[in-house]
């Protein structure tokens, strides 16, 4: 349901001023669909000073990726998305979102490359994260510095892996066709084939972060396929867990913004998506929501203590290697079922 704060906030100035009510009520509602796990930070640094700067009322409409997005295609009456890129290219591929017009976006040239269109001319990215390999660096003499590792047979029973429904499953598909020589797009057969032999050192596979930190934490698994939004749980857990430097890089993850087809005021959205892409307003979010939220605006510059658990630079940018989901939607349904059958529903 939606839900303002800035409602009351608008409801105790008019009491204050003796304002009449309809003055409140004559302001422009502009809907954002987001998760709202992050409306703590989202309310203070980027809600109010849109508000306040465009005389406007925010309300969020809150909930998991797949329900928002078909809200939005189907009901309307959301004025900007935030997706990861997985459910923005679903909802790219569905015809539900404008393309955006950058040149109206005044901070869109301090982007990285990779953040500006990331999905042909839709919405840019807002964050950068990363998909890689954390490991207990006590449980092992020998470091893991490459994707092939996992295959390591003194890794036997050692490994917790994402199922092939989360963000990370098709991924290590991926990776399991580079360390067999193929291209898993092109040679699927290849690619389970080598899954298959990994099945001997995988101790149990997870749905969620929480699942992934329990068996870390305990000891059930020592290396573990992780998004860095999980990490510093995991590291609180159990200190000793670390990021693999892996030669092949981490993958890539964004979160982005659209703009559905059937929005109301689609020049306010653009004029947020430009404000949240801001400097200040990327540089915000780094400090406060930490990992998961690696900048995507150039200009931003963190001490080395606010990057340190962040995708941070270009450098690290360029490190990592991009998530390819309008390839990764097209097999997903025949990579399914190769899955089931090496792993079993």
Same mark, same amino acid.
Request: proline share 6%; hydrophobic share 40%.
């Given at each position: 349901?939606?839900?303002?704060?800035?409602?009351?906030?608008?409801?105790?100035?008019?009491?204050?001023?003796?304002?009449?009510?309809?003055?409140?009520?004559?302001?422009?509602?502009?809907?954002?669909?987001?998760?709202?796990?992050?409306?703590?930070?989202?309310?203070?640094?980027?809600?109010?000073?849109?508000?306040?700067?465009?005389?406007?009322?925010?309300?969020?409409?809150?909930?998991?990726?797949?329900?928002?997005?078909? !809200?939005?295609?189907?009901? /309307?009456?959301?004025?900007?998305? &935030? #997706?990861?890129?997985?459910?923005?290219? +679903? @909802?790219?591929? *569905?015809?539900?979102?404008?393309?955006?017009?950058?040149?109206?976006?005044?901070?869109?040239?301090?982007?990285?490359?990779?953040?500006?269109?990331?999905?042909?001319?839709?919405?840019?990215?807002?964050?950068?994260?990363?998909?890689?390999?954390?490991?207990?660096?006590?449980?092992?003499?020998?470091?893991?510095?490459?994707?092939?590792?996992?295959?390591?047979?003194?890794?036997?029973?050692?490994?917790?892996?994402?199922?092939?429904?989360?963000?990370?499953?098709?991924?290590?598909?991926?990776?399991?066709?580079?360390?067999?020589?193929?291209?898993?797009?092109?040679?699927?057969?290849?690619?389970?084939?080598?899954?298959?032999?990994?099945?001997?050192?995988?101790? !149990?596979?997870?749905?969620? /972060?929480?699942?992934?930190?329990? &068996? #870390?934490?305990?000891?059930?698994?020592? +290396? @573990?396929?992780? *998004?860095?939004?999980?990490?510093?749980?995991?590291?609180?857990?159990?200190?000793?867990?670390?990021?693999?430097?892996?030669?092949?890089?981490?993958?890539?993850?964004?979160?982005?913004?659209?703009?559905?087809?059937?929005?109301?005021?689609?020049?306010?959205?653009?004029?947020?998506?430009?404000?949240?892409?801001?400097?200040?307003?990327?540089?915000?979010?780094?400090?406060?929501?930490?990992?998961?939220?690696?900048?995507?605006?150039?200009?931003?510059?963190?001490?080395?203590?606010?990057?340190?658990?962040?995708?941070?630079?270009?450098?690290?940018?360029?490190?990592?290697?991009?998530?390819?989901?309008?390839?990764?939607?097209?097999?997903?349904?025949?990579?399914?079922?190769?899955?089931?059958?090496?792993?079993?529903?």
């Amino acid at each position: 349901m939606p839900h303002s704060k800035s409602l009351l906030r608008s409801g105790a100035l008019a009491a204050l001023f003796c304002l009449p009510v309809f003055s409140a009520q004559a302001q422009e509602t502009f809907v954002v669909s987001n998760w709202g796990y992050s409306n703590d930070f989202y309310e203070p640094f980027i809600f109010e000073p849109f508000e306040k700067e465009h005389n406007v009322r925010i309300v969020t409409e809150t909930g998991g990726a797949p329900e928002r997005l078909n !809200k939005a295609r189907i009901r /309307g009456g959301v004025d900007v998305i &935030l #997706l990861t890129d997985k459910f923005s290219q +679903i @909802g790219i591929n *569905q015809g539900a979102f404008e393309t955006i017009d950058s040149s109206k976006l005044s901070n869109f040239d301090e982007l990285y490359d990779a953040a500006k269109n990331p999905q042909g001319d839709y919405g840019p990215a807002y964050t950068f994260g990363r998909y890689g390999i954390v490991y207990d660096k006590t449980r092992t003499d020998t470091p893991i510095t490459s994707w092939c590792d996992l295959w390591r047979d003194d890794f036997a029973g050692a490994i917790a892996m994402p199922a092939f429904n989360t963000t990370g499953g098709p991924l290590t598909v991926m990776m399991a066709g580079k360390c067999a020589g193929s291209d898993a797009f092109e040679d699927p057969d290849t690619a389970f084939a080598k899954m298959a032999e990994l099945k001997p050192n995988i101790v !149990k596979t997870f749905s969620s /972060g929480s699942e992934l930190t329990n &068996l #870390l934490s305990t000891g059930e698994a020592f +290396i @573990g396929l992780a *998004q860095d939004y999980a990490f510093p749980a995991i590291q609180a857990a159990n200190p000793n867990i670390g990021w693999a430097e892996l030669s092949e890089g981490d993958f890539r993850m964004m979160n982005t913004y659209n703009i559905p087809k059937n929005a109301k005021h689609k020049e306010l959205a653009l004029a947020f998506i430009d404000f949240s892409i801001s400097m200040q307003a990327q540089k915000d979010a780094a400090i406060e929501l930490v990992s998961g939220s690696g900048p995507v605006n150039k200009t931003v510059e963190l001490t080395p203590e606010q990057a340190s658990q962040l995708v941070y630079g270009e450098k690290a940018v360029l490190s990592m290697q991009p998530t390819p989901y309008d390839k990764l939607l097209e097999v997903n349904d025949d990579w399914e079922r190769r899955w089931n059958d090496v792993f079993g529903r």
